[in-house]
């Protein structure tokens, strides 16, 4: 246990001393500057534009217009964490095999699945850092500017931030058997995977299409990722546009619970295959 | 009798069909600094990184300090200077040493003790807070050095650890495993120099695909056989023939006769028959034959691949 904590605390400094956080940070807010304007303007706009109009009607547009803004935003935001996810992990077991780096490493009495473990919590605080800025900011940024509050927020942003850590954890699993920029094909690949699937799935519940339906649950069973974001949509959005149907940032066929509970085994048999792959090979 | 430091055998690796070593079987006593030779893609790297755990053997048997291979704790008692090595460039030289150390269970009292001194020892005391990224490549080898040495080791593998050194930084090395021999430490040392092995080991194992062809004393270059350099006049054909009783290769050029001898107790002997046989000898000049004419002898010409 002790040593986990050693290679997370050193994983963690990889990251600031290589710039990687300076740059996550500067981004991200960069991201929350333009969302903020955006947000500002849009909304201004529409609160001059309503005056007059029947107050309470003007209240219900108000409001399902900064749900789809401030879900919108989300979106971007899962997006960019996955992203994320995404590199941080492709290159670090395979760079620091073809470097040598790990050789120093596993020469000293540490399991090797220590390795594994500790790079993996390196890697989960920091995107929990990055996700907190990046979710937190733009919750913060409707909240402040307009008072609207999105529904079961907590749970949201959980999902968000699980659907970045497994992103990340599948991305140091190839890492721990193919190259760097293989790793990236791969997860990038099945992250577009899931994403069409979501909307083969999403368009299929709008057309009552069952085997389109199907589809999108069996890519999500290939990669749960994007079922991920589309219960953290469900959970956030209004009731009213739930109804409505469907809209680019909720969601109408709505993964179960039980998905969610299939991404976190999922999550989890992954790191598992991470360890046992790394342990297993020669290097 | 007291455990080998190493001790292996028919320690075989494939890589798919190709046999990187085909059957290593060899032993280390401890506190012996023991040279392994051979050429390039002898198998030298992976045979120690089958003996670290990096990789493991396809079949075969070892120990390290009476452990077998693959035992965690017995890590906790070795040090390792990779070839080709790469660290952490992002830390500076104190987090370095302090993440090894970390991570060989070192408490901290002595860690810092321990940093402290490796670092005044290979003189990277005024480098102790700059990153690794800004190092020559000499100073990462005193840097990787010092990581090796952290835990007082009893058994140290250094491969290459010489190769990128300047002068003054191969010295430093030679000293660091004199001291080492001095403490009773074993070294197990992988190295093309075969000046330093000359100087630094006691015992030498020659290596072709992955296979000890040879196993020799140091000292043996010293007592048996010799090279003998004769500076005289009047060297017929007939008596250079009749040397050959004491050793062979004998060549002349420009009133230098040479040839290998089998002992240096001959000498007085072929002294006596040069000037019996009415020869002017102005010298008899005993030199070791040097390792690398040993390694061509051994391995052959063919050059590693």
């Not at chain 1, 790990?102 to 390795?115: A, F, H, M, N, W």
């Amino acid at each position: 246990m002790k040593n986990i904590w050693i290679l997370a605390r050193m994983t963690f400094r990889e990251a600031a001393r290589r710039r990687i956080v300076l740059t996550g940070l500067v981004l991200g807010l960069v991201f929350l500057t333009v969302f903020n304007i955006g947000f500002r303007l849009v909304f201004v706009n529409a609160y001059t534009r309503g005056a007059g109009a029947d107050e309470a009607f003007t209240n219900i547009i108000t409001s399902e217009g900064l749900n789809v803004l401030a879900l919108a935003g989300l979106y971007a935001v899962t997006f960019l964490s996955a992203a994320m996810g995404a590199l941080l992990g492709a290159d670090t077991l395979s760079g620091e095999i073809v470097s040598g780096t790990i050789q120093t490493l596993v020469s000293k009495p540490v399991r090797r699945s220590d390795v594994v473990l500790g790079k993996w919590l390196g890697f989960a605080i920091l995107l929990g850092c990055y996700s907190l800025l990046m979710s937190g900011g733009t919750v913060l940024s409707v909240r402040l500017q307009s008072g609207y509050a999105l529904r079961n927020v907590g749970l949201g942003l959980a999902l968000i931030y699980l659907e970045s850590l497994l992103i990340m954890t599948i991305s140091l699993a190839c890492s721990s058997f193919l190259s760097g920029l293989a790793t990236g094909g791969v997860v990038f690949g099945l992250y577009g995977l899931s994403f069409i699937g979501g909307w083969v799935e999403q368009i299929g519940a709008v057309l009552q299409n069952k085997t389109a339906i199907q589809v999108g649950i069996v890519t999500s069973l290939i990669i749960p990722s994007e079922s991920l974001w589309r219960r953290a949509a469900f959970e956030m959005q209004s009731p009213i546009s739930a109804a409505l149907g469907m809209s680019p940032f909720g969601t109408t066929s709505v993964p179960s619970p039980l998905m969610i509970g299939y991404a976190v085994i999922y999550l989890a048999l992954t790191l598992m295959a991470a360890v046992s792959i790394f342990q297993h090979r020669d290097l | 009798m007291s455990i080998p430091a190493i001790r292996t055998e028919a320690l075989r690796k494939e890589f798919g069909t190709y046999a990187a070593v085909k059957s290593l079987t060899l032993q280390v006593e401890q506190g012996e600094v023991f040279g392994f030779l051979g050429p390039n893609g002898a198998g030298k790297t992976t045979s120690i990184k089958m003996l670290l755990g990096l990789v493991s053997p396809t079949s075969g048997a070892g120990a390290l300090l009476g452990k077998p291979l693959g035992n965690r704790a017995t890590l906790a008692r070795i040090g390792f200077l990779p070839e080709h090595f790469r660290f952490q460039e992002w830390l500076t030289a104190d987090e370095f040493l302090e993440l090894h150390g970390e991570l060989l269970g070192m408490s901290r009292p002595d860690l810092n003790l321990r940093r402290a001194e490796l670092l005044e020892r290979v003189g990277l005391s005024g480098f102790r807070h700059k990153q690794l990224r800004t190092f020559s490549k000499g100073m990462l080898q005193r840097i990787g050095l010092a990581q090796a040495l952290m835990n007082r080791p009893a058994l140290v593998f250094l491969d290459e650890p010489t190769s990128g050194l300047d002068p003054v930084g191969r010295r430093l090395v030679r000293d660091v495993i004199h001291e080492l021999r001095a403490q009773g430490t074993s070294v197990f040392l992988n190295s093309h120099l075969l000046s330093e092995i000359e100087v630094t080991c006691n015992r030498v194992a020659f290596i072709r695909h992955g296979e000890v062809v040879r196993v020799m004393e140091m000292s043996a270059l010293d007592r048996n056989i010799s090279l003998l350099t004769i500076r005289a006049d009047g060297l017929t054909a007939e008596v250079i023939a009749g040397l050959e009783q004491w050793g062979a290769d004998i060549r002349l050029d420009d009133g230098h006769l040479t040839m290998t001898i089998r002992s240096e107790a001959d000498l007085p002997e072929i002294n006596r028959y040069l000037v019996e046989r009415q020869a002017q000898v102005f010298a008899l000049i005993p030199n070791r034959v040097p390792l690398e004419e040993i390694f061509i002898e051994t391995l052959g010409k063919d050059s590693g691949l």
